[in-house]
């Protein structure tokens, strides 16, 4: 889930500077404003976590989201849904369209 994790921090923090720059603000990189400190936790709550289940058939290791553990894709939903937004930058990618 990583590239989804990387992919959504580096547009808050790109819109964080653009929005700066309209305003004529200095840049706040250092000191985040409380709405990027926001989004920055929502997407770091979604941390994956990684279990094996041994059974009589074998072993498996499935990993799921932390707060969305009931999903079975990957990324979780509520991080697709946090990208789509930016469905058309060039660095989103098909796989984390909602189907």
């Keep these: 889930m990583t ?17 700066d720059a309209r305003q004529g603000r200095p840049s706040t990189r250092h000191h985040p404003p409380a709405r990027h400190t926001e989004l920055r ?17 074998g072993t498996e290791t499935i990993t799921r989201c932390g707060c969305c553990p009931k999903e079975d894709g990957q990324p979780c939903r509520a991080l697709r849904l946090l990208a789509l937004p930016y469905a058309q930058h060039p660095a989103y990618r098909a796989e984390w369209a909602l189907a």
């Design 41 to 57: 936790a929502e997407i770091e709550r979604h941390n994956d976590h990684s279990m094996t289940i041994v059974s009589r058939v």
């Design 3 to 19: 590239a989804i994790k990387d992919f959504l921090l580096s547009r808050a923090m790109q819109d964080e500077a653009e929005s």
